[in-house]
């Protein structure tokens, strides 16, 4: 007698996608392995750092960072640059609460004496591309009405909003950078301008090769993948959304800031988008002053990963400089 054939699998057990140790996409749910951990804000004992916790929409809130005084009396007394932060992961993972980030802006907003508000937006696939945009914009637009009068004191009483700047890791650093590509359609309430965008890692395709795409083809691949069923109504890489120096890109001549700081990895798969955009930006027009720094021999989003090794010290006093410069 003939074995049973094996029963057919179901819908819900068909991966779409996958990008293991962290995440399994299958048709009908999502597993999650990785950075939906959560640790409450608190007063860090060991940088003095305070942080809490805001909602501002039912799908948008933000944890917010505030440095303890120089004499070390209490929190921050005098106006303090404000960084407003997207986190990365792919669009799929991460968010503003999980002790990575946590632990990452209590040491950095004690080093650069900066006023952070880390943005938790909704996840795809689940809310797919351009949700976490919308999210964001969202967030910024809240952070950016105390300029005028606002309902959070640590922003109405602490926030410098000449200095006002916008940073990311990797899919992060795509948010802020269509961001300020929205400031420069839109504008902000209160004639409030972003003074500078940090840019990490950036999260940025193309259909054209670039050196290191050969880094690691299979991480490259993947990459591509993870696009198309994070925004399924994508045209695919050369999507602006992906791809911002492809023809037909709003121009970056256009960004929104004076200032852009992009910082890759030597060993990053996604470093010569990084540099990239970086040169695009510089040729475009853009009358902004734009610096790159690269750490050696160090991959993608390495500062989480090795926080203190030399080359994530670097990498966040060149960051703390760049915002108080």
Known sequence: M??????????DDEIVYESMPCIRIYKNRVERYFGSEFVEASADAATGVASRDCVISPNVSARLYLPRAPDGDGVAKAKLPVLVY???????LGSAFNPTFHAYFNSFAALANVLVVSVEYRLA???P????????WEALAWVVSHAGAGDDPWLADHADFSRLYLGGESAGANIA????MRVAAEGLPHDTKIQGLVMIHPYFLGTNKVPSDDLDPAARESLGSLWRVMCPATTGEDDPLI???VDGAPGLDALACGRVLVCVGEGDVLRDRGRAYYDRLRASGWR??????QAPGKGHTFHLLEPHCDEAVAQDKVISDFLNR
């Open 177 to 180: 950078h269509h961001m300020a």
């Open 288 to 293: 902004g002053e734009a610096e790159i720094w």
């Open 2 to 11: 003939a074995a049973a054939a094996p029963p057919a699998a179901s819908a």
């Open 129 to 136: 591309v351009p949700a976490a945009y919308a999210d964001s």
């Open 125 to 127: 696939p689940e809310h």
């Open 243 to 245: 791809n911002p120096l």
């Open 86 to 92: 997207y986190h990365g992961g792919g669009f799929c």
